[in-house]
């Protein structure tokens, strides 16, 4: 038996949702900054649930392997973003409200579809043929091809 399977939330579980994220650095924007988007990625998809306590900083800095500094700095900017609260004796935790995270998200999906339409622009295709190819793209995926 794992000394991870207790119920509670605590050190072990935080790992766990820690572990979930993808950790893979790109060269080309600021370490803090990527790890920032992957943070707000994982409490976009409720990989980090509302109110859940979140790595520490020296947990979540190993598991990206990057600096503790670098990582406190992610995190603190994520605190003044209101993503997470810190309080002060309990650790960081994924903030409550829902509208918050809401407005979060809309805007990450608001940013990749333009992504999106910027790509396909590059290929070629025209704003009618971007919605063709979404809709039977999304079509596949529902019947699962």
Same mark, same amino acid.
């Given at each position: ?6 119920? !509670?939330? #605590? &050190? ?18 600021? /370490? ?10 994982? /409490?976009? !998809? ?14 979540? @800095? #190993? ?18 973003? #209101? ?6 004796? !309990? %650790? ?8 918050q /995270? ?9 940013e ?10 590059t290929? %070629? ?6 919605? &063709? ?10 019947? %699962? @091809?």
């Amino acid at each position: 038996m794992s000394a991870c399977a207790e119920p !509670s939330r #605590g &050190a072990c579980a935080e790992k766990e949702e820690a572990g979930k994220m993808d950790k893979q650095l790109q060269e080309n924007m600021s /370490i803090y900054m990527q790890i920032m988007q992957k943070v707000r990625e994982a /409490i976009a !998809s409720g990989e980090l649930a509302p109110g859940v306590r979140v790595a520490s900083v020296r947990e979540f @800095a #190993g598991v990206f392997a990057v600096n503790p500094n670098t990582m406190q700095r992610a995190l603190n900017e994520l605190e003044r973003e #209101g993503l997470l609260v810190s309080e002060r004796t !309990s %650790g960081r935790f994924v903030t409550k409200d829902t509208a918050q /995270i809401d407005a979060m998200r809309r805007q990450l999906a608001e940013e990749a579809a333009a992504r999106f339409r910027r790509e396909m622009q590059t290929l %070629g295709f025209s704003e009618a043929e971007m919605l &063709a190819f979404f809709r039977v793209s999304a079509d596949e995926a529902v019947r %699962g @091809a």
